[in-house]
Every structure is written in C-alpha cells, then in structure tokens.
C-alpha cells in the first residue's frame, strides 16, 4: 500500500512512519504542508491514501484535496482532526487521538470523491 502523509507536527509523522514503514507492503511518503505534498503527489502519485491533517499553514487541507482530486478524482483521503464538527463530504475522518486500528479501518474505506 502506497501512502502519502501530510502534517507539520514532526511527532505525528514521526508515528505514521513508525506505524507503517515498519509494516511489509507499506510504501510513505511525507510532507509538512499541504505544498510540498502536492508536489509529492505530482511525481509520485496516485496513492492507495492520502493522509492529512486538518489544520497546515499554507496551503488548506479542502485545498489540497481538491488540487489532488483534480489530478485524481477517484483518490481516498483520510482527514485526522482534533475539530471533528468540521466535516468534509467524501472524506473519511479520524478524531485525534485515534487509536491505529482506526486509522487501518479508515485506509479500507471505501469513500466517494469529494463533492461541491
């Protein structure tokens, strides 16, 4: 599984990377805002996931998701947020803290593009 990881809080990357570069079959990528990870995106995407945090300086996170879904209409995005009421349609979202079997069932849901 491709994934691409997207916060400015080096310790919740550093847990990301821990949880899946450890893990067989599991191949991360990593920005600090929403720029360089569409930057990532473009040379190295699609991904099985996208993985990002609600607030980033910079770009938005609504930004970067529908910067990658132009590129990627049908691309899964899973949204990590300690402001659950902002909800994005098409989005799964996790609550932080999440525990990570809540994350890996989040990787496997099935989630439509996003619409506006």
Known sequence: MRLLLVDDDDAQIYFLEKCFISVDGYDTYSAMNGREALEI?????????????????????????????????????????SEPQKLLPGVAQL??????????????????????
Do not use: W
């Open 41 to 81: 995106y473009k040379a190295h995407g699609p991904f099985d996931v996208v993985i990002t945090d609600y607030q980033m300086p910079g770009m938005t996170r609504v930004e970067l998701i529908l910067a990658i879904r132009k590129i990627n209409p049908d691309q899964h995005c899973v949204l990590q947020t």
């Open 95 to 116: 609550k932080k803290p999440y525990l990570l079997r809540s994350l890996i069932r989040a990787l496997r849901l099935p989630v439509q593009p996003l619409l506006f």
